[in-house]
Every structure is written in C-alpha cells, then in structure tokens.
C-alpha cells in the first residue's frame, strides 16, 4: 500500500460538464501518472507528472489536462466531458526499491460514467 | 508503432497445474518488462520486474523469462491455486523506466 486514494470513487455526469478527479499520495512520490482502463484496450496512459508542475502527455491525452501543485496531488480535467470519456481512470506512483528498480503502485480507481 | 501482445485473452487451467502466460512485442526495445496482476474492481498489483539482461527471475511459486531476441516474455505460475485467477498483465518500459507501456492482460481462472 503506496497510501493512494483517488476521489471520487464513483461518479455520473453529463455530457458537456467540466469533471476533476483528484488523486493524493502520503509518500512523497516524484512520479505520478494517470490512466484509463477500457475493454478491448487495456491500461493506457493519459498524462504523467514527474514533479510539481511538471507534466506531460501520454498516449490518450487529447481531451483531458492535468495539474500538480503539490507533491502530493495530482489532477485530472476532463474539461467538457464526453460519453467515450466513460471509463475507469487510476491514478499510479512509481516506487523505487532497494534493487535500484521501480514499478507502479495503483489506487483503487475511480468509475466515471458520461451520459 | 509499439504493440504488446498478450495472446490469450483467457486462459483455464486445473488447480495445480502450472500456468503459462505469455506477452509478445514489436516495435520496441524495453529494457524492463513487469507484470502485474488485477482483481476484479481493483487497481493493477505490482508482481515482478525483469531487465533486459536476465533471463529469468523467480519470486515464490512465479517465474518470469525474457528473451529479447524472440521479443517474448513468459510468466508462470507453478502449483495454481484458485486464489491465482485474476487478471495479469505485462508492461514495458524503456532504459529511464518512468513511463509504462501496458498489454491488455489475460484472465487466468484456476479451477479447482
């Protein structure tokens, strides 16, 4: 446990609103990263930040922006969302370990739902 | 363009048995491979990490290969119990290994 929580958990909107979700972690992590989880095409990553105020784009970033003014948060923006935005979003650290190695730790995941 | 593929969307084994998945990549250079597992309503799980440079890493009853010439890594689960059906997955990543490239998993059910 990375001490990982996305909020909210669960959520429905409606096409056009503007949506935040906000990701926090406890321990300091340089590395933060954001994905959606769909069937058919797994993980794929939409903004990553690797420091406060530092980020940028992963491979589905086209209408989402992110923000991160302190290390410990890190925000995602659907500005006007849209029904393929439904989705299942997590937000990820990346950990180092004694091997000089890292992986990624997820938070339990945040299910949007556009109508 | 970089593809990962998992060939079995879905794979059925016997408790006991000893389960093989299998992720295959082109168009890519990883220096580390990982896989992960993932429950159901849940965020993917870190197992086991790889470089380039090895051949096989072992973690209790999982063993991991990689073979960078046949662009394949391979992930086992000896003596399978129920508790192992989930969904696992593998990732590449290049030599900075900050950002991750995920296939799309392959759901393990142990029967028992």
């Known amino acids: 446990d990375a001490g990982i929580t996305q909020s909210p958990r669960h959520k429905v909107t409606e096409t056009g609103t503007p949506v935040t979700l906000r990701c926090h972690q406890t321990?300091?992590?340089?590395?933060m990263y954001w994905y959606r989880q769909d069937p058919g095409h797994g993980l794929r990553l939409i903004h990553y930040s690797y420091g406060v105020k530092d980020t940028d784009k992963g491979e589905v970033s086209d209408g989402y922006s992110v923000s991160r003014s302190k290390t410990e948060d890190f925000l995602l923006t659907l500005e006007s969302a849209t029904s393929s935005q439904t989705s299942v979003y997590f937000c990820?650290?990346?950990?180092?370990?004694?091997?000089?190695?890292?992986?990624?730790?997820f938070g339990p995941g945040t299910r949007l739902t556009v109508t | 363009s970089q593809k990962i593929e998992q060939n079995s969307e879905a794979l059925n084994i016997q408790e006991g048995k000893t389960a093989t998945l299998t992720c295959n990549y082109t168009?890519?250079?990883?220096?580390?491979l990982q896989w992960y597992r993932q429950d159901p309503g849940r965020g993917p799980v870190f197992l086991l990490l790889?470089?380039?440079?090895?051949k096989e890493k072992r973690k209790e009853r999982l063993k991991v290969t990689f073979d960078t010439t046949l662009k394949q890594s391979l992930f086992h689960i000896t003596a399978s119990q129920p508790a192992d059906s989930a969904t696992y997955l593998c990732?590449?990543?290049?030599?900075?290994?900050?950002?991750?490239?995920f296939g799309k998993g392959t759901l393990l059910t142990v029967n028992p």
């Open positions: 990732a590449l990543s290049g030599g900075s290994n900050y950002k991750l490239t």
């Open positions: 790889i470089r380039e440079n090895e």
């Open positions: 990820a650290i990346r950990r180092g370990r004694d091997t000089g190695e890292y992986e990624q730790y």
């Open positions: 168009n890519y250079s990883p220096a580390y």
């Open positions: 321990e300091n992590h340089r590395y």
